[in-house]
């Protein structure tokens, strides 16, 4: 099934001391670049944040105005794009290859979404595939999604959830990194 990707790299990384976080290095890789690499097979990429060196070409755009939350910049990552299908995805998953990409696509079934699980079986709203026509009203419904919850905006949504795995750890601290 053909998907479209957005990847969210717009955040502040205020827990990593305004060091860009979806440019941090493991293994010779930029986060950033990690998540790229896992999502070559969409028809679409396009990174929500500011304009960086990457490993593949991609779209760029940000929310209007910068700085609006997660949130706002799937909104304006929606707007990229035209496939039935949407994998949503932060740039702080560096343990998530193409095949787990093709496995959330494929678990999709009859559900909104079908989102990764971390080791401890935390729900990754942001490592998922949903229905474009589903988010797309989960925004309607929400209205100006400037500093909204995630959790608010996908609350209704039918979702299924993968099992727990290392492919929806994130990175939030320097910590994580060292895993």
Known sequence: MEFDAVVLAGGGSTRFGGVDKAMLVLDGMSLLDRVLTATIAARSTVVVGPERA???PVEWTRESPPGGGPVAGIAAGLAVGQAPVVVLLSCDLPWITA???TQLVDGLGEHDGFGLRDTTGRKQWLAAAYRRTALDEALKRLGDPHDKSVRRLFSGL????S???????DVD???DLDD
Do not use: I, K, N
């Not at 039918?158 to 959830?161: C, G, V």
């Not at 099992?163 to 750890?169: E, L």
């Open 99 to 101: 095949d787990e990409v």
């Open 54 to 56: 990457v490993v593949r």
């Open 163 to 169: 099992a727990p795995s290392r492919a929806g750890d």
């Open 158 to 161: 039918d979702l299924a959830w």
């Open 173 to 175: 601290s320097w910590a």
